[in-house]
């Protein structure tokens, strides 16, 4: 298991009809009161906001592998923050456990309005890059908010407040959840009096197109070698990062995305038959980290393929969490009273995220002269290729704090 979370991680206005709630004082109040603007860290905190959020991206992958049968797309780090923002209004008890379930200093709120605001940041659509994030909490109308949990919530923008007929009325419930996710929802369950909602879309332009010309339907092979099928193969000659795990005998390739290449999407495959699905068990951050140092470019251009595709999935958080040991929120009203009068009580907790990836670019691929025998520079297990033709993984990152936007694995080809 722990080469496809390894690679995965280095490979790693709401849309509603209804009313949005407005905060109204309540008798109850969270275990403290702070201002985010009036934080000052006077330190770099951002490998620490690292390691927090690559450890929830690890301990999260594994289950959403296994429950999707490893051909998926989600979003941990949105999964990340709404998970906060539960944790900011739960019960003393509740709330040590999930600060300690997410890595995030219990005693220091302004060094979590840091991360928070990291963490926020990251997604935010350009001209080049569009990706749409909506985190929101569903809740039973007449529910009162309580006003500082509210605060904190919104001046951080950890998620948006919505106001439904959970309780009378579960049909224009139900519609209204399918409309907000564009989803089919199998698990959707309205027992509660709110439900947590969360979609992320991807579309964006390579900072170096593949070839115009160069799209062609390939086959697509099991890690045995057998044909699965076909897929649309994206091509380019081009200079690359790439680097080799020696440890998981696996290799990396990292594309920049956007005008200013503010995101990195990373690939990661296995060298050879080995199969990946064994070895998704135990890594660390820090071996994230290698990882990325692990990365050159390549001194002469290399071959790049890659599958275009349209890739979506819904994902239940909840069986996610509860797997993790996260349970109380959703078993236990009294877990979130410091949300609501009365108790926010999700008991749905749902993600859809659908990702495109296809050959357009801003810049054409460059024409440099063919180099067959002369040197990569690259380690000499790298070869002089990146062929994703059999499963592979890969994520979205910004290129600033390498947090994990968007993780996936490809193992099932588009054409069959």
């Known amino acids: 298991m722990r080469a496809l979370i390894t690679l995965c991680l280095v490979a790693c206005s709401v849309l509603t009809s209804g009313q949005q709630y407005r905060p109204i004082v309540s008798s109850s109040s969270v275990q403290y009161t702070g201002n985010p603007g009036l934080c000052n860290l006077n330190r770099d905190y ?23 049968n490893f051909n998926f797309v989600y979003s941990p780090i949105s999964i990340w923050i709404m998970v906060a923002a539960i ?12 600060f300690q379930f997410l890595h995030l200093p219990p005693q220091d709120p302004c060094l979590r309005y840091a991360f928070y605001q990291l963490a926020t940041s990251r997604a935010l659509p350009t001209n080049e890059v569009n990706i749409k ?23 951080n923008s950890l998620l948006d407040v919505v106001a439904a007929p959970i309780k009378y009325n579960s049909v224009a419930t139900a519609n209204e959840i399918k409309r907000i996710m ?95 699905r064994p070895i998704v068990a135990a890594v660390s951050s820090a071996t994230v980290f290698e990882v990325i140092d692990s990365l050159r470019e390549s001194a002469v251009p290399i071959d790049v393929a890659i599958p275009r595709m349209v890739i979506t999935s819904e994902v239940d958080v909840r069986v996610i969490l509860e797997d993790l040991g996260v349970t109380d929120i959703f078993t236990d009203p009294s877990a979130t009273r410091y949300i609501s009068d009365p108790p926010a009580f999700p008991s749905s907790f749902l ?12 810049y054409a691929p460059p024409e440099e002269p063919f180099s067959y025998n002369a040197p990569t520079g690259l380690d000499y297990a790298l070869g002089r290729d990146f062929i994703a033709n059999h499963p592979f993984v890969f994520s979205l990152f910004d290129a600033e704090t390498y947090t994990c936007i968007m993780a996936a694995a490809y193992t099932t080809p588009t054409y069959t």
């Open 87 to 98: 944790a900011e209004g739960a019960d003393p008890l509740t709330q040590q456990k999930l």
């Open 133 to 155: 994030n909506n985190r929101i909490l569903l809740i039973n109308e007449g529910t009162t908010l309580n006003p500082t949990w509210y605060d904190i919530v919104v001046k």
């Open 351 to 362: 993600q859809r995220s659908t990702l495109v990836l296809n050959n357009t670019g801003l």
């Open 182 to 276: 564009s989803a089919r929802l199998p698990t959707l369950n309205l027992s509660g009096n709110s439900v947590l909602l969360d979609t992320i879309d991807y579309n964006g332009l390579w900072t170096t197109a593949f070839a115009d010309a160069v799209v062609e339907r390939a086959p697509f092979y099991s890690h045995r070698g057998e044909v699965l099928g076909s897929v649309d193969m994206m091509r380019v000659r081009r200079r690359a990062r790439l680097g080799y795990i020696k440890s998981i005998n696996g290799k990396v390739l990292e594309l920049p995305v956007g005008s200013d290449e503010r995101y990195r999407m990373i690939f990661g495959v296995i060298v050879g038959n080995a199969d990946i």
């Open 46 to 68: 951002i490998r620490e906001y690292r390691t927090a959020t690559y450890h929830f991206t690890l301990s999260s992958f594994k289950p959403v592998a296994v429950r999707s």
